[in-house]
C-alpha cells in the first residue's frame, strides 16, 4: 500500500470512528491540551511524515496534521489493522522539532 492509499485508510477509519487510543495516547492528549476534536481533525487533513512499515510492533507511521486553530499535531498509528490505534499523540516542539517537519538534529 503507497502513502495515499495508508492516508485514506486512516481518514476513513477516523471519519467512520474505527480507531481507539492507547493509554499512552490519551495521556499525551490530556498533557497536551488537545481534545479528541482535535485528534479527528489532525487525521482527516493529515499526511504522513514518516513511514515504519517494518516496525517490531507493526506497520505504522508518525501523520502530520493540524488541530483546532491551527496547532499541528504528530499522531504515531497503525497502518495495517482494520482498527486505526493511535499509538501517541503530541505537538511537535523544540527541542525535538524545529519546524512540524523537520527534526532537531541528533531527534
Given at each position: 500500500m503507497d502513502?495515499?492509499?495508508k492516508v485514506a485508510q486512516i481518514r476513513e477509519q477516523a471519519r467512520s470512528g474505527k480507531f481507539r487510543l492507547s493509554v499512552h495516547a490519551h495521556q499525551e492528549m490530556v498533557e497536551d491540551g488537545f481534545i479528541l476534536e482535535d485528534l479527528i481533525l489532525a487525521l482527516s487533513?493529515?499526511?504522513i511524515l514518516e513511514d515504519y512499515p517494518d516496525h517490531r510492533r507493526g506497520a505504522c507511521c508518525l501523520l502530520s496534521g493540524l488541530a483546532r486553530m491551527n496547532r499541528p499535531?504528530?499522531?504515531v498509528c497503525t497502518t495495517a489493522l482494520p482498527v486505526?490505534?493511535?499509538i501517541t499523540l503530541y505537538e511537535p516542539v523544540p527541542p525535538k522539532w524545529i519546524t512540524p517537519e523537520q527534526r532537531s538534529p541528533g531527534s
Amino acid at each position: 500500500m503507497d502513502d495515499l492509499e495508508k492516508v485514506a485508510q486512516i481518514r476513513e477509519q477516523a471519519r467512520s470512528g474505527k480507531f481507539r487510543l492507547s493509554v499512552h495516547a490519551h495521556q499525551e492528549m490530556v498533557e497536551d491540551g488537545f481534545i479528541l476534536e482535535d485528534l479527528i481533525l489532525a487525521l482527516s487533513d493529515g499526511y504522513i511524515l514518516e513511514d515504519y512499515p517494518d516496525h517490531r510492533r507493526g506497520a505504522c507511521c508518525l501523520l502530520s496534521g493540524l488541530a483546532r486553530m491551527n496547532r499541528p499535531m504528530h499522531i504515531v498509528c497503525t497502518t495495517a489493522l482494520p482498527v486505526l490505534v493511535i499509538i501517541t499523540l503530541y505537538e511537535p516542539v523544540p527541542p525535538k522539532w524545529i519546524t512540524p517537519e523537520q527534526r532537531s538534529p541528533g531527534s
